[in-house]
């Protein structure tokens, strides 16, 4: 079954402590993608990726890093996170960039809340 | 600036009544726009998108999308809402420039 994944899909950390929240998508797509999402401000882009080894910022890449070693992998990692981190975060991937039109296809979530 | 609205936050109806969710766009040029739905703990699932031709997008789940360029707006529409249904709905465009960019969200309920 084509799809994304993510891991953990509920996660309970506390300030300071490093964490990785993994995507893999095994549609063989070029470019995924980090969002998160508030309430009232809706899906915002942290990090993207085009294809392997290229990462470019999105909108909101403050405290965020992110790598692409293999094309179905884009882990995103929080180094020291802060209680404003505490979100919901969705990876998305999809054929090719900016190959305008293309549809996204969105991982299930990860609900991260940082004390 | 360029944005992407959707003024209701919150939408409530009963089961078997019609609905119109709002979206309005901000942007240069006719972007690409989609819709998509998030049901609860569930990732965002694509309901319909609109390129270009017939403005009356046709999409899963018995939705439907009217592109009015007159009103930069990109209305969703379903004759008879489902309990199933309720969720929350992202308008999304796809600008010529920049990356796609989504709506605030509508989340609508549905009443027995």
């Known amino acids: 079954e084509a799809q994304v994944t993510q891991n953990p899909r509920y996660l309970i950390t506390v300030t300071g402590k490093k964490l990785t929240v993994t995507c893999s998508q095994n549609?063989?797509?070029?470019?995924m993608s980090w969002y998160r999402q508030d309430p009232g401000l809706g899906l915002r882009q942290i990090y993207y990726?085009?294809?392997?080894?290229?990462?470019d910022k999105g909108d909101v890449p403050e405290g965020y890093k992110v790598s692409r070693k293999e094309k179905r992998n884009f882990p995103l990692i929080l180094e020291s996170p802060s209680p404003n981190q505490t979100s919901l975060y969705f990876c998305?991937?999809?054929?090719?960039?900016?190959?305008?039109?293309?549809?996204?296809?969105f991982g299930p979530g990860t609900r991260l809340t940082v004390l | 600036a360029q944005s992407v609205t959707q003024p209701d936050i919150h939408i409530t109806v009963s089961e078997g009544a019609s609905l119109e969710l709002r979206c309005n766009y901000s942007y240069g040029a006719t972007p690409y726009l989609f819709w998509y739905v998030q049901s609860p703990g569930q990732g965002l699932q694509l309901l319909l998108k609109y390129f270009s031709g017939d403005t009356l997008v046709q999409g899963i789940k018995g939705f439907e999308a009217e592109f009015k360029r007159s009103q930069s707006s990109f209305n969703l529409r379903k004759p008879s809402v489902h309990w199933s249904d309720a969720a929350e709905y992202f308008c999304a465009v796809d600008p010529v420039n920049n990356d796609m960019r989504f709506g605030a969200g509508t989340r609508l309920t549905v009443k027995p």
């Open positions: 990726s085009m294809n392997v080894e290229v990462t």
């Open positions: 549609m063989n797509h070029e470019y």
């Open positions: 998305a991937s999809s054929p090719q960039r900016r190959r305008r039109g293309d549809t996204q296809y």
